[in-house]
């Protein structure tokens, strides 16, 4: 490693965990999983201009980039632990590199300090801008939040408010008025910010039959616990959690596409047999996050959504409409 | 996930392994630590046109990409178990896209095979062409083979050869008649196909006081495992084991260069204390790679290198020389 940049992360990120033997400086880092837990292990990488706008900053990007893999944690029931960190920078003037990287550990630190998590290993190299995280956690054998445990029947939740991020993202350049701006601001927060679920994950153990984070956008994701689960769901839009600061920005039905086919959300999607649904909103509630029942799973495949006149819709290329008429279909 | 490489990937390099409770597919991978074992965890990223040139071979990029990682566990004397693949390929017309990850596939697998490790997860994004992994071992605790260990007066030893990779790399585009090419091929095949030394990593444990993988060139690695034991060393380049296709392909002197400063060997540099000496060099003998001594540990800080004549070389930019006349220092 020609800079020691991973070796500045370190110290600005330093956490005390006693199952850490061996931490960042060797050729691995080596370290003791609990007795009886079982490793859940996930990656994700953030290039910049895809994941993350140009100027985006570096904090938000140190951030997000452990933010997005703690969230697959969090839709696993996991508990997390360590991760590594393999970073790609441009060359650049030195005193510009220590910003990026100062900056990139502070946002990372804060995050991983909240959800205890030691960075125990990484990678430095030049090349254009990039960040692949590694995280681990653990879960006790069986107990872990999967996508294929859902069955017709089920309803269908999500924590948080949905289409935020997505709504910030494309809102990010347009000029606005004072107000209108300390909205933005809000949702620009959701999108550089975004709060792993990790203590609702927690709290959907033994009890969700199915769950998966929105990363992909709403309707991509469940699909991909429907397609595990053998089953279908129904999303009625009516019921999708909104913000103030989505709808102050946007009318409704704009609202609606954001919430159903943006990205970056990080709020966990799951399914609960009905019986338990009570016990789980009040819980998730008194986390912070909430939960909102949104639809239900359905014997079939895929997805379908109601719109709010309850007239059944259909994706277009710019969001979603009422089905056209059969027989105008090809 | 917008494209299914990484299933894609699974479906190539699917390997039967009970501690893996649930492999690619979720948000993460559920995995099992072996009891009584620690958990080795690296991670190293390839970004194309640093780490390969443009137009290298698909596969020997996937071999690559998977040996270096297991080149990080060998030096930890740890044994592989699983990986997890980030892949971030440029937009591509779907053929070339998926010739591409065919081969990535097959070189990867080939070497995954070889060791049984399993991939369990991965993430592909757009963005400029590379590759992290992340590779997980065990190892039974107290006996990984460290840096911090060698002590004054411990012999130091590396597997096979060095100095081809680099060679390999500097005449790469160079015209040659046919007896050159074939030793250039295997000096390429070098620097395509290292052979991540994970058996010689086994074989030293416990016998091993200091262990590092020769990835940034001998002296620079070397250096790090001084930093790390608070000792020096000092190398005899007459005694640097040089393969007979690096001989061929240039001079002495040049050779030297190429086996203390080229990078990309992921040979293994080791101390031993000189009663265990004899033991070492026969075990890894019979593994193949055998082991050569280059030189020992002593008191005080960094590397030393006595030239093929006997006296004492300082780097320069392009190598290694005499030491120039002390008046003549600034």
Redesign the interface.
């Known amino acids: 490693?020609?800079f020691r940049l991973i070796d500045r992360l370190q110290a600005l990120t330093a956490q005390a965990r006693d199952d850490v033997?061996?931490g960042i400086?060797?050729?691995?880092?080596?370290?003791?999983?609990p007795?009886g837990q079982?490793?859940?292990?996930?990656?994700?990488?953030?290039?910049?201009?895809?994941?993350f706008p140009r100027g985006t900053a570096p904090a938000d990007i140190g951030w997000k980039a452990l933010a997005v893999n703690l969230s697959?944690?969090a839709?696993?029931g996991?508990t997390p632990a360590?991760a590594?960190?393999?970073l790609?920078l441009p060359a650049q003037p030195a005193d510009a590199q220590q910003d990026l990287v100062d900056g990139l550990a502070e946002g990372f630190s804060q995050l991983a300090r909240m959800h205890r998590v030691a960075l125990?290993?990484?990678?430095t190299?030049?090349?254009?801008f990039?960040l692949?995280v590694?995280?681990?956690?653990f879960?006790p054998?069986g107990q872990?939040l999967?996508?294929?445990g859902a069955r017709a029947g089920d309803l269908v939740f999500v924590t948080g408010t949905l289409g935020d991020a997505a709504a910030g993202l494309q809102r990010l350049a347009s000029a606005a008025d004072s107000d209108e701006e300390k909205r933005r601001a809000g949702l620009r927060a959701r999108l550089n910010r975004p709060e792993p679920r990790v203590a609702a994950g927690l709290a959907l153990r033994g009890r969700a039959s199915a769950?998966?984070?929105v990363s992909?956008g709403l309707l991509a994701d469940l699909a991909h616990v429907c397609t595990?689960s053998g089953v279908g769901a129904e999303v009625d839009a009516a019921l999708l959690p909104l913000s103030s600061a989505l709808l102050g920005c946007c009318d409704a039905a704009e609202a609606c596409d954001f919430a159903l086919s943006g990205g970056d959300d990080y709020e966990l999607c799951f399914a609960v047999p009905p019986a338990r649904a009570g016990e789980v909103q009040a819980d998730l509630a008194r986390l912070g996050c909430g939960a909102t029942r949104i639809g239900r799973i359905v014997e079939g495949t895929g997805v379908r959504v109601r719109g709010i006149d309850g007239q059944w819709l259909m994706p277009t290329r710019t969001g979603w409409d009422h089905f056209p008429d059969e027989t105008a279909r090809p």
């Open positions: 490693m020609e033997r061996l400086g060797d050729d691995a880092a080596l370290l003791a999983v007795a079982e490793l859940a292990v996930a990656i994700d990488t953030l290039v910049e201009g895809v994941h697959d944690l839709a696993m996991a360590w590594l960190l393999a790609t125990v290993g990484g990678d190299t030049r090349g254009p990039a692949s590694a995280v681990h956690g879960v054998p872990a999967r996508r294929d769950c998966i984070d992909d595990a």
